[in-house]
């Protein structure tokens, strides 16, 4: 009787533990790749969500990769190496019209102006756009957002991109602060930290702020295959509500709260720096209160592309943009 009742005890043991087992596999994260267009302050929201557990709490286990450049973030998402991509939503446009079959439907706005900043060489008091005239500035990749909103702000100031003065797309992505350090061109064109950082170094200073004069404009978004988001709508929501989560401590918290948390992502940086960066993107209204992606902004996104004469043709806003998940995480 005492063997059975020790058998019996035994087989139980093991069920429970199997169980058990089973039970931290089945609440184990549904893990994610997201392929980030470059690791910026400018997208303070998302590493809030990361710092703050969000994703976690939504049940994904998230691994962040950085593309440095949209053309290798979209590169990753269509082979399949990342799930999700975070670029300017222009990337998708280009792959819809170059007949892709599977392509890449942008899901989540974040960012509502551009997060790039002007800087000289000198000091300026009164700055105007048409001081670039005649003047050689390093500027960015051809067809990228922002190049593309630069050129924007120089034709809004009747300022022709080609003949009025030289832009360097030369540099690579990310270096274009090193060579203006160096000793290239008269103005550079940069997102931070690069911007405060030449400050700091007394190689630059930020004249004009790209984000103000453009005004708003559908910077970045997270997009992802339609494939994957009709296969993984949970995913795509869970991933949603989390970053709608970071949104919303960033717009109920000053720039030095937000700082302190997403400082852990810039280890490089110190503390101040980060706090001056965000405070500069905070009071321009980088960030929206929703990842909504609206039909006016697609709109004046396509505008954008016709200006710089990278359209062929226009797309509907319907096959690129699912509002859903974006809804539905700004209720909750």
């Known amino acids: 009787m005492k063997k059975l009742i020790s058998v019996t005890l035994v087989i139980s043991l093991m069920l429970s533990l199997f169980l058990t087992g089973c039970g931290k596999e089945e609440t184990k994260g549904k893990k994610v790749v997201l392929n980030e267009v470059a690791h910026s302050i400018f997208y303070a929201p998302m590493y809030v969500a990361i710092e703050e557990g969000y994703f976690e709490e939504e049940g994904?286990?998230?691994?962040l990769v950085t593309g440095f450049g949209a053309d290798k973030t979209m590169t990753a998402?269509?082979?399949g190496e990342a799930d999700i991509g975070f670029m300017g939503s222009e990337s998708t446009i280009?792959?819809?019209l170059g007949d892709t079959n599977d392509y890449v439907v942008n899901f989540a706005q974040l960012t509502q102006r551009a997060g790039n900043f002007l800087v000289s060489r000198t000091p300026v008091d009164d700055f105007k756009w048409t001081d670039l005239k005649g003047t050689t500035v390093l500027g960015g990749r051809k067809g990228g957002m922002p190049e593309m909103v630069f050129e924007y702000i120089l034709k809004m100031n009747g300022i022709d991109p080609e003949?009025?003065?030289t832009i360097d797309q030369s540099i690579d992505f990310g270096a274009t602060a090193a060579a203006f350090s160096g000793g290239q061109g008269d103005y550079t064109v940069e997102f931070e930290p690069h911007a405060t950082s030449l400050e700091s170094k007394g190689d630059g200073y930020v004249i004009a702020s790209l984000g103000e004069d453009s005004g708003y404009v559908p910077y970045t978004a997270f997009s992802a295959k339609?494939?994957?988001?009709?296969?993984?709508?949970e995913v795509i929501q869970g991933f949603t509500n989390a970053l709608q989560k970071g949104m919303d401590y960033v717009n109920s918290h000053?720039?030095?709260?937000?700082a302190e948390v997403i400082a852990p992502q810039f280890e490089e940086t110190d503390l101040e720096t980060i706090t001056t960066i965000v405070e500069r993107y905070y009071n321009q209204n980088t960030w929206k209160t929703d990842l909504i992606f609206e039909k006016d902004s697609f709109t004046l996104l396509q505008n954008i592309l016709d200006e710089a004469g990278e359209l062929s043709e226009r797309v509907p806003y319907e096959d690129l943009v699912d509002i859903t998940f974006a809804t539905k995480a700004a209720k909750k």
């Open 60 to 63: 994904i286990d998230l691994t």
């Open 77 to 79: 998402v269509l082979s």
């Open 94 to 96: 280009y792959t819809y």
């Open 163 to 165: 003949t009025d003065l």
């Open 226 to 233: 339609s494939s994957y988001i009709k296969k993984n709508p």
């Open 254 to 258: 000053t720039p030095a709260e937000i």
